[in-house]
């Protein structure tokens, strides 16, 4: 059995916009009012503490609740590829070890775009096995954010 397995929670939704809207979306958020504008039932605060904005090295702070807790994130920009794709994982060398990488990606689909979410988590078999119950509930409401997240841009870049 292994020490650690990989859990990678992924979402997507088909919008009928141009990568570049949702590419300008994304890299767009850049403050508390832009990233509410995303997600205002659960985003709560966001800016820059290092570098450009979106530019690879940045290092962003948000403040989101997930699972009905405040949680206090500082991600490093990894990948930014225009219009296609945008990756980040958090800056504190503990939590990489359980959250490795969080990305974007953008895929043109005709008329329309599929915007997919991923985040990738690494869970422990000893964790899994006595904390399971935990582990699940944390991953679904994980889930619920990710898929809301989704339809809200969806539905603010449709209308």
């Not at 088909?14 to 890299?27: A, C, G, V, W």
């Not at 832009?34 to 530019?55: C, E, I, M, T």
């Not at 690879?56 to 219009?83: C, D, Q, R, W």
Request: hydrophobic share 40%.
């Amino acid at each position: 059995m292994p020490l650690f397995e990989d859990v990678i929670l992924t979402d997507s939704i088909e919008i009928k916009t141009t990568p570049e809207q949702i590419f300008n979306f994304l890299t767009g958020i850049v403050d508390d009012d832009s990233y509410k504008a995303w997600h205002n039932a659960d985003h709560v605060s966001f800016r820059w503490l290092k570098g450009q904005p979106w530019v690879v090295g940045s290092v962003m702070y948000a403040e989101e609740y997930l699972h009905g807790k405040l949680h206090k994130l500082e991600f490093k920009v990894t990948k930014i590829v225009p219009n296609r794709h945008i990756e980040y994982m958090p800056t504190s060398r503990f939590m990489r070890r359980f959250s490795p990488k969080n990305e974007f990606i953008i895929e043109q689909k005709g008329d329309t775009c599929l915007f997919i979410a991923s985040g990738t988590f690494r869970v422990g078999w000893i964790v899994k096995t006595f904390f399971k119950k935990a582990i699940e509930n944390g991953l679904s409401s994980t889930r619920k954010h990710m898929k809301e997240e989704g339809e809200n841009l969806k539905r603010i870049l449709e209308s």
